[in-house]
């Protein structure tokens, strides 16, 4: 089995191919009644014909082959050492996992240590900004408590808010966790230390996807949240900026099809959650809870007014660097108001002046007593 392991280790460390290539190799293998050593094992003329590497890719898969020895030391080495090392075609893999991040983003092993049967239960991911407020974390409570009482399972990118409240709060109430690493599950050892009689407990499960020595940066951090999103049944906002890991994560979810739930914040939060819910996200009360459709439809409109201020606000400010037709406005701003929207709203205003002819263009007051000055000076 660790021979085996080896070459599923090899694999899923080859840089610079992506996901999806190496799911369809494995999936070719699986087609094909092959194994992951049958593959390493080919000739590259077999690699070209057979999986569709190009000549790169093939130098690539060589240089795998060249490490084989040393990733069986690692191998046998996490092994010993209590982790668990999972393919993608294992029973034990996540089938939450692979069934929300599909062949294109679905990991092809994932390292872990602690009671694997957690990854099969149904789960809850909270999320949101490393420096959240307070309601948002009572919110992360909230939801923990309850996901705890309906035993599921509470997934956490293990940052600092939002993500360690969700871990907090779950092992409060007694309930269970994922903790999804930034970074290789071998340099976790004062998390494995602190978390101890919970992992023996079989109360948490570490997992990362990362190569078991990695250690922790930036790139590893982002690469992790679509891991957190794609280990839950369900997904809760407790705040969000707009951008970050929170946000991307958010948007990404929400064009896959996810439902996510986000916390509806109250008047004066400066935060991006009703954005979110404004493009699609369910909008839930401090306790997790739906909120009515009628909330979510104000809440959309009230963005919608945002949006039409910032709109305007632009064109205004467009307008103090030059004499501009609505179309050329249009297309430098690259808006989604017509010409005849764009003409409208500048003629109503009093700090706007009005240049007659075909077509009409536009300037603002100011910039026209400048213009005027320039010429007659």
Do not use: C
């Amino acid at each position: 089995m660790n021979e085996e392991l080896t070459y599923w280790v090899a694999l899923a460390n080859v840089p610079k191919i992506q996901t999806k290539k190496k799911n369809e190799i494995i999936v070719r293998l699986f087609e094909q009644g092959k194994s992951i050593i049958d593959f390493f094992e080919l000739e590259k003329a077999h690699w070209e014909n057979d999986y569709e590497l190009n000549q790169s890719e093939i130098i690539l898969f060589e240089e795998a082959r060249k490490e084989l020895s040393t990733y069986a030391f690692l191998v046998e080495d996490l092994i010993e050492q209590g982790y668990s090392i999972i393919p993608i075609t294992s029973q034990d893999y996540s089938p939450t996992l692979k069934k929300n991040l599909g062949k294109a983003y679905a990991p092809p092993v994932i390292y872990t240590k602690g009671n694997l049967q957690i990854m099969k239960e149904k789960s809850v991911a909270i999320v949101g900004s490393r420096a959240a407020h307070d309601i948002s974390l009572e919110f992360t409570d909230n939801v923990a408590k309850n996901a705890s009482k309906d035993y599921k399972v509470v997934v956490s990118g293990f940052a600092k808010g939002v993500d360690k409240q969700a871990l907090d709060s779950a092992i409060k109430y007694k309930g269970q966790s994922i903790i999804v690493l930034p970074q290789g599950i071998a340099t976790f050892q004062s998390g494995f230390k602190k978390y101890y009689k919970q992992i023996i407990d079989g109360d948490v499960l570490v997992l990362s996807t990362f190569y078991p020595k990695a250690p922790w940066n930036v790139q590893l951090a982002m690469a992790r949240n679509p891991i957190i999103y794609g280990l839950a049944s369900e997904i809760y906002v407790a705040e969000s900026s707009e951008k970050g890991g929170t946000w991307s994560g958010v948007i990404d979810g929400l064009r896959r099809g996810r439902t996510i739930y986000v916390r509806k914040p109250n008047s004066g939060e400066k935060n991006a959650n009703n954005i979110l819910i404004a493009k699609g996200g369910k909008a839930v009360d401090n306790e997790g809870n739906l909120i009515s459709s009628e909330v979510e439809e104000e809440t959309k409109s009230q963005v919608s007014e945002l949006n039409f201020d910032k709109t305007e606000e632009q064109i205004i400010e467009f307008l103090k660097t030059g004499i501009f037709s609505a179309k050329k406005i249009i297309d430098t701003l690259k808006l989604d108001w017509s010409s005849n929207k764009v003409t409208e709203f500048l003629k109503g205003r009093q700090d706007i002046f009005t240049v007659e002819g075909k077509p009409l263009k536009f300037a603002h007051k100011n910039r026209s007593i400048q213009l005027q000055k320039s010429l007659f000076d």
